[in-house]
C-alpha cells in the first residue's frame, strides 16, 4: 500500500544520505566489506564505522567459471580499485566471509591471476581479516543484486508468446503453475444475451465510436480493454468463478488440489 511504499522509499533515502553516509577525512581508520556471489561482487567502504559508499557489480561472462578462492579476491580487487583515491596511502581492514583469503599473502601456489592480484594489493596497506557470512549481510545483498535483476528479466517475445496463448504463471511458495483460462463457448453465448438485456451495457454499444476503451470482438461481445463485460447477473458471475476455480489447473490451486 501507500504507507508501506512510503516508508521503504524513505529507507532507500536515509541509506545513501547523512548521517548514513559520511565524507571521507583522510585520517586512517578504513574498513572494506566485500563479498561475491556467482551473481556479482558487492562491497562497502567504511571509515570509523560510518558508510562512505557501496558497490557493486554483475558478473562478467568469463568470471562465472572463477572458484570461490578467485570470485572472493575478485570482490576486494573491485573495491581497491573504485575506490583507490581514498585507500592510496593509507591503512585499510579488509573484511571477507572467505576464511583462506587471510592467508593470500602467504600462500605458495598461486595462479597468474591470483599473482597479478597479489601485486595490486601490495601497492596498499590492507590487513584482510574473516568476518562470518551471516554477519557480512549489506555485500552479501550488494553481490546478489544485479543478479536477482538480471533473474527476473524474461525475453519479450516469449511474453507475447504467452499472452497470445492466455497462459499466465502462477507463483506459490517456491512452485510455479502455468495456467490457462479459457471461457467456454456456451458461456460466451449466455454472456453476450446477457449483455442484450442490460441496459448499461446496450447504451454502452450503442454509442461505441464515442467509446476509446470499449470494443466489440469478432462475436459481438463487450470487452473493456482486455476485460470481459459481465453482465451483474448473480447467475453469470457463479458461473465465470466456477469455471475458473474448478479445473485442477486454475490459477489459484486451493487445499484440495
Known amino acids: 500500500n501507500k504507507e508501506r511504499e512510503k516508508s521503504f522509499e524513505e529507507l532507500k533515502q536515509r541509506l545513501v544520505s547523512a548521517p548514513v553516509l559520511t565524507l571521507s577525512s583522510g585520517l586512517g581508520g578504513f574498513q572494506i566489506y566485500s563479498d561475491a556471489s556467482k551473481k556479482g561482487l558487492g562491497c562497502v567502504l567504511m571509515q570509523h564505522r560510518k558508510v562512505i559508499a557501496y558497490a557493486s557489480r554483475q558478473l562478467k561472462p568469463y568470471e562465472v567459471n572463477y572458484p570461490t578462492h578467485d570470485l572472493e579476491l575478485a570482490a576486494v580487487v573491485f573495491a581497491l580499485k573504485i575506490w583507490r583515491h581514498c585507500l ?88 510455479g503453475y502455468w495456467a490457462s483460462l479459457r471461457v467456454e463457448p456456451d458461456l460466451i453465448s449466455r454472456i453476450k444475451e446477457a449483455q442484450k438485456e442490460d441496459n448499461e451495457i446496450w447504451t454502452i454499444i450503442e454509442n461505441l465510436a464515442e467509446q476509446t476503451e470499449f470494443r466489440l470482438d469478432e462475436d459481438d461481445v463487450l470487452w473493456q480493454g482486455t476485460r470481459l463485460c459481465v453482465p451483474n447477473d448473480a447467475t453469470l458471475r457463479e458461473a465465470l468463478l466456477t469455471e475458473a476455480h474448478s479445473s485442477p489447473f486454475s490459477i489459484h490451486p486451493g487445499s484440495t488440489k
Open 88 to 175: 592510496y596511502g593509507e591503512s585499510c581492514d579488509v573484511f571477507t566471509d572467505y576464511k583462506s583469503l587471510k592467508y593470500i599473502f602467504t600462500q605458495r601456489e598461486l595462479n597468474i591471476r591470483q599473482r597479478r592480484w597479489l601485486e595490486l594489493l601490495k601497492d596498499y596497506d590492507t590487513n584482510i581479516q574473516y568476518h562470518p557470512g551471516k554477519a557480512n549481510v549489506v555485500a552479501d545483498a550488494l553481490s546478489r543484486k544485479s543478479g536477482m535483476i538480471a533473474g527476473i528479466k524474461v525475453e519479450e517475445e516469449i511474453i507475447r508468446d504467452l499472452e497470445r496463448l492466455d497462459v499466465e504463471l502462477y507463483l506459490r511458495g517456491q512452485h
